[in-house]
């Protein structure tokens, strides 16, 4: 079992910037991959970005490519969304979820993921 706790959510003006955090447990941190995923009101959830688990490689939508890095910190069980020029669109509870897959395929759906998080709001006013 992974518990995973999000945290850094909240309202920022459009172009601002903000910094999500997961923090996991229960498991050995270094030998699951994560990835952070979005859902608007009314929409799907969606993929925004994973990482693999040392770090080397990263993964985004296309949507937020450029704008968006995702990072872990294995010594302290965590995982970052950097979220920079922000947009209204961007506006989503953004779940972390934590994967035992290891291909890019497997990442970047959320089938591929065991567990999730409770998810934060993000709300970017225009």
């Known amino acids: 079992q992974v518990q995973l706790v999000e945290s850094g959510g909240g309202l920022v003006q459009a172009g601002g910037p903000l910094r999500l955090s997961c923090v996991a447990s229960?498991?050995?941190?270094?030998?699951?991959?994560m990835g952070w995923f979005r859902q608007a009101p009314g929409q799907e959830r969606d993929f925004v970005a994973a990482?693999?688990?040392?770090?080397?490689?990263?993964y985004y939508a296309n949507s937020v490519k450029v704008r968006f890095t995702i990072s872990r910190d294995n010594a302290k069980n965590t995982v970052y969304l950097q979220m920079n020029s922000l947009k209204a669109e961007d506006t989503a509870v953004y779940y972390c979820?934590?994967?035992?897959?290891?291909?890019?395929?497997?990442?970047?759906?959320?089938?591929?993921?065991?567990?999730w998080g409770q998810g934060t709001q993000v709300t970017v006013s225009s």
């Open positions: 979820a934590a994967s035992q897959g290891f291909t890019a395929l497997q990442i970047m759906g959320s089938r591929g993921y065991d567990y």
């Open positions: 229960g498991r050995t941190f270094s030998t699951i991959a």
């Open positions: 990482i693999t688990r040392n770090g080397i490689n990263r």
